[in-house]
């Protein structure tokens, strides 16, 4: 089947697609190349194979094959496989304005897009996190087929807003936790953030957060910006991703970048991969807007009590293609001065009765919540000693 490769109404390129291999085989004409995904786009630059190119971007719409419970999502879904999923909603998305449009179709963006145009969820819902076999046919135009990450997630529709609902690894509270915890966080500091609320469904917790894309707009991930370029030590790499962005026009790339490492140093984040942080781009204008808000902390705050009580913490976290022990996230910040820290003393409380809110679904116990809160409480001590340090030596430097 002849294809075009969309950027809202905007064709792309049209394309040879195999319906039954779920993979393109042929650029059949390349028409507004500057409007394809970004990785696309920079492959037609340099002279790669766009094929290739396009097969990768829409296998990595999939809903991957790592995602908690994958398996029984695709059986409840009757698909042998995620990517048969993606053509069942042209592969439209919820998180940037790409689609695959039949050749012969007569649809336009505005018919068909999730920004604007409401869906059945409650089904996909109920298979997602109760667990629950649904006999009658579920339907798949939904924007639930191209979800990315590891964690359970579901998109509904609440008050007119388009809102992620995201489970814990295997049911586990701490994910949902931690995102509200980096939220409480982000709120304290003033911190541009996806703001995360709790829920429970089916007696598990839950995160819900907004949908920080709109019908305008794409998020772009650090990955496609750097693909290619992620050549040196992370130090070298934050500097070009700086680079890369003010070149674009977003001026405040490196304070945004630094309040992320502070979150992810304050919470010992051991996520902040290339995919869980980027930019957002205008679609219509192509012009880069600014760094997306933080998302997706949940994978933080580990620790583990030995039987003696010792509290075991891994002191690593990520940086683009390293791994770097937390306290080096803290040299990358120059404007140590911009943070009111004296804001972070009451969150240790806040987090206490939370923990305590939610305990009977937790089911944490009270020595694992006090746990938590002496390291959430040791972390913003150890911040303050740092920064504190850092303001001696710039005293004594200027
Ligand atoms: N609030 C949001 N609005 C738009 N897109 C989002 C939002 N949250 C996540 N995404 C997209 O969904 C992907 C998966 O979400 P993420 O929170 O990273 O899940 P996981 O914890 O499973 O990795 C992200 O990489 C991003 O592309
Ligand atoms: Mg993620």
Not at 33 to 53: H, R
Not at 84 to 113: F, R, T
Not at 221 to 244: F, P, Q, V
Request: aromatic share 12%; glycine share 4%.
């Amino acid at each position: 089947m002849q294809v075009f490769l969309m950027n809202k109404d905007t064709k792309v390129m049209k394309l040879e697609f195999l319906e039954d291999k779920n993979l393109f085989s042929n650029v059949i004409q390349i028409k507004n190349i500057k409007y394809a995904p970004l990785s696309i786009y920079k492959a037609y630059q340099d002279n790669k194979n766009v094929l290739t190119e396009v097969n990768k971007w829409f296998k990595g719409r999939n809903i991957p094959i790592w995602r908690d419970d994958l398996f029984y999502l695709l059986k409840r879904l009757d698909v042998h496989a995620a990517d048969e999923l993606l053509m069942k909603s042209y592969a439209l998305s919820l998180s940037d304005q790409y689609w695959v449009k039949p050749c012969k179709s007569k649809l336009e963006y505005k018919d068909i897009n999730f920004f604007e145009n409401d869906f059945g969820f409650s089904d996909f819902l109920d298979i997602t996190f109760s667990g629950s076999y649904i006999k009658r046919k579920i339907s798949l135009m939904t924007p639930n087929n191209t979800t990315d990450g590891r964690l359970k997630k579901t998109w509904v529709i609440e008050n007119n807003k388009k809102i992620l609902v995201k489970g814990g690894y295997k049911d586990n509270p701490t994910a949902p936790l931690n995102e509200y915890l980096a939220s409480m966080i982000c709120n304290a500091l003033g911190i541009n953030h996806v703001d995360y609320e709790l829920d429970i469904i089916n007696e598990k917790l839950v995160s819900k957060c907004e949908d920080f894309i709109d019908g305008n707009t794409e998020f772009i991930t650090a990955h496609s910006i750097l693909k290619d370029e992620l050549i040196g030590n992370y130090r070298e790499i934050y500097e070009r991703y700086i680079k890369i962005l003010e070149a674009n026009g977003i001026s405040d790339a490196r304070d945004n970048l630094e309040d992320m490492l502070l979150l992810d140093y304050l919470i010992m984040n051991v996520d902040r991969h290339l995919n869980n942080f980027g930019i957002i781009r205008d679609v219509n204008t192509l012009k880069w807007i600014s760094v997306a808000p933080i998302f997706d902390s949940g994978e933080a705050m580990n620790l583990e009590m030995l039987a003696d009580d010792t509290m075991v913490i891994n002191d690593n976290g990520r940086l683009f293609n390293e791994v770097v022990y937390f306290d080096k996230f803290l040299e990358l910040i120059r404007k140590t001065r911009k943070y009111d820290l004296e804001k972070l003393d009451n969150v240790v409380d806040e987090c206490e009765s939370i923990l305590k809110k939610y305990q009977d679904v937790s089911k944490m116990s009270d020595k694992d919540i006090y746990n938590l809160c002496y390291l959430l409480n040791l972390r913003i001590k150890k911040l303050k000693t740092n920064f504190r340090k850092c303001l001696i030596t710039f005293d004594i430097h200027t």
